[in-house]
């Protein structure tokens, strides 16, 4: 199912969903759209479409779930997720494709394109959102949980450079706040919004009674959150699951008009 949708300079559509092969599990799809809508962009991937598989598990259990669309200012599309390890643990997982929508070799640490990140055997992770800093370094929010205490969940937010490594400025790569008063739940970063020196972000809170949302700010240096200020609104608790259903027509659930129903 379609999860993301953005539009570069030159006015096309890019969709980010998830799709499924019976062989391999679920994997990311990008689809690019042509500016008018009249078809898909046949100079992007094969046939307007790009698939992604990150290989986190064995097929056919493998779960890739994408969330996060970014473009950079060059027409590089950045993605972000999540799936399963063999130990049924979240792992971060993060992508870029060239603007021909092949996968750019001098991103991530294997030289394919690719980021996947594993916190180790008792933790996993998500990336729920990412953003573009000025200067194309890509911050990323989500939560992180240690699953030998699998109701305590963390908020979380680092940096990638812009050649894909976790960026070692940023406390590490990634740092992890413990909301106040932590409750059984799933807490964690849901948007994050990058300036030329903090990332900002909103995190969802479970609450006992009533879901609230947050918002915290990040230094650049260190990744250390100088501003938690207290509640600032209601939020609706968002359902984590990873796609399984193949969109034959992905752009239908975004784009609803010339010719397209």
């Given at each position: 199912?379609?999860?993301?949708?953005?539009?570069?300079q030159?006015?096309?559509?890019?969709?980010?969903?998830?799709?499924h092969?019976?062989?391999?599990?679920d994997?990311?799809?990008?689809?690019?759209?042509?500016?008018?809508?009249s078809?898909?962009?046949?100079?992007f991937?094969?046939?307007?479409q790009?698939?992604?598989?990150?290989?986190?598990?064995?097929?056919?259990?493998?779960?890739?779930?994408?969330?996060?669309?970014?473009?950079?200012?060059?027409?590089c599309?950045?993605?972000?997720?999540?799936?399963?390890?063999?130990?049924?643990?979240?792992?971060?997982?993060?992508?870029?494709?060239?603007?021909?929508?092949?996968l750019?070799?001098?991103?991530?640490?294997?030289?394919?394109?690719?980021?996947?990140?594993?916190?180790?055997?008792?933790?996993?992770?998500?990336?729920?959102?990412?953003?573009?800093?000025?200067?194309?370094?890509?911050?990323?929010?989500?939560?992180?949980?240690?699953?030998?205490?699998?109701?305590?969940?963390?908020?979380?937010?680092g940096?990638?450079?812009?050649a894909?490594?976790?960026?070692?400025g940023?406390?590490?790569?990634?740092?992890?706040?413990?909301?106040?008063?932590?409750?059984?739940?799933?807490a964690?970063?849901?948007?994050?919004?990058?300036?030329?020196?903090?990332?900002?972000?909103?995190?969802?809170?479970?609450?006992?009674?009533?879901?609230?949302?947050?918002?915290?700010?990040?230094?650049?240096?260190?990744?250390?959150?100088?501003?938690?200020?207290?509640?600032?609104?209601r939020?609706?608790?968002?359902?984590?699951?990873p796609p399984?259903?193949?969109?034959?027509?992905?752009?239908?659930?975004?784009?609803?008009?010339?010719?397209?129903?």
């Open positions: 199912c379609a999860t993301r949708i953005a539009q570069q030159d006015g096309k559509f890019v969709v980010l969903e998830g799709a092969d019976p062989y391999y599990g994997y990311v799809l990008v689809t690019r759209v042509k500016a008018d809508l078809a898909l962009d046949s100079a991937g094969s046939g307007g790009s698939k992604i598989a990150f290989s986190a598990n064995v097929p056919p259990n493998n779960t890739d779930a994408p969330v996060a669309l970014a473009i950079q200012v060059d027409g599309i950045v993605t972000g997720g999540y799936g399963d390890d063999a130990n049924k643990n979240y792992v971060m997982e993060f992508a870029r494709l060239l603007p021909n929508g092949q750019d070799s001098s991103f991530g640490d294997h030289g394919d394109g690719r980021l996947l990140h594993s916190a180790g055997s008792v933790r996993s992770t998500t990336v729920d959102d990412i953003a573009i800093t000025p200067d194309q370094r890509i911050v990323f929010g989500g939560s992180f949980r240690d699953t030998s205490d699998p109701d305590n969940y963390f908020e979380m937010v940096r990638l450079t812009s894909g490594a976790f960026d070692k940023f406390a590490g790569g990634f740092t992890i706040y413990e909301p106040a008063n932590q409750v059984t739940g799933g964690g970063v849901r948007r994050v919004l990058a300036t030329a020196d903090s990332v900002i972000a909103v995190a969802y809170i479970p609450g006992r009674t009533t879901p609230t949302s947050r918002i915290s700010k990040s230094r650049d240096s260190i990744g250390q959150a100088t501003k938690f200020p207290t509640s600032v609104g939020a609706a608790p968002m359902r984590r699951s399984t259903t193949t969109m034959t027509t992905p752009t239908r659930a975004f784009l609803r008009r010339a010719g397209w129903s």
